[in-house]
């Protein structure tokens, strides 16, 4: 299956943190928030959204998530 991540926020500042964590080969990679960044990945992988850190303290960090299983052709 394929997983595509959408971060939707219209703001966002590096500082904030957040973003998508993926361990590949055993190395961890990290994908950041961007303002309608979008993701597309196999869904096998081992990934894991993190948390905003105590710098945004009056917004949330908002993505749409999207799963696709099997062939899409």
Do not use: E
């Not at 973003?19 to 080969?25: A, Q, S």
Request: glycine share 10%.
């Amino acid at each position: 299956g394929t997983t595509i991540i959408l971060y939707i926020n219209p703001i966002w500042k590096p500082y904030w943190g957040s973003g998508t964590k993926f361990l590949i080969n055993g190395k961890t990679k990290h994908v950041g928030v961007k303002p309608g960044r979008c993701i597309w990945f196999d869904a096998s992988i081992s990934h894991k959204a993190h948390a905003p850190n105590i710098l945004m303290n009056d917004f949330a960090r908002f993505s749409i998530a999207f799963q696709f299983v099997g062939d899409p052709l």
